[in-house]
């Protein structure tokens, strides 16, 4: 299994930036799949969410309203579309995907999951 992360980058305060990431390996449709970010010096935080078959999502209070998440089942990949970005966004995102049977803002708030991709840095200029 492999998560490979995409779209990172550097951008100026109030820009947008589009992340994706690709799963392979085997089938991801009932898996929750997630984005979550570690800013130096801090703990990794979940972010946004999206669950499996029932497509709910989940956004933390830092992001709602900025941040979309979504996902295309055919390619087993979640994307997150950001936009208004601050410099407290700066930060290595981390997508993740996680088997539950639970609300997928559990998956959000455990730093746990089943596979992590590898990080993609994005640097927010002030």
């Known amino acids: 299994v492999q998560l490979q992360a995409s779209g990172g980058g550097l951008v100026q305060a109030g820009g947008s930036l589009r992340l994706s990431c690709t799963a392979s390996?085997?089938?991801?449709?009932?898996?929750?799949m997630g984005w979550f970010r570690q800013a130096p010096g801090k703990k990794r935080e979940g972010i946004s969410c999206?669950?499996?078959?029932?497509?709910?999502?989940y956004d933390a209070d830092s992001v709602r309203d900025r941040f979309t998440i979504s996902r295309e089942f055919g390619s087993n990949t979640v994307f997150l579309q950001m936009n208004n970005l601050k410099s407290e966004d700066t930060a290595v995102y981390f997508c993740?995907?996680?088997?539950?049977?639970?609300?997928?803002?559990?998956?959000?708030?455990?730093?746990?999951?089943?596979?992590w991709g590898q990080g993609t840095q994005v640097t927010v200029s002030s």
């Open positions: 993740g995907v996680r088997k539950i049977d639970t609300w997928v803002g559990v998956f959000c708030r455990q730093d746990e999951a089943d596979y």
């Open positions: 390996g085997r089938t991801f449709s009932s898996y929750a």
């Open positions: 999206i669950g499996g078959s029932d497509g709910l999502t």
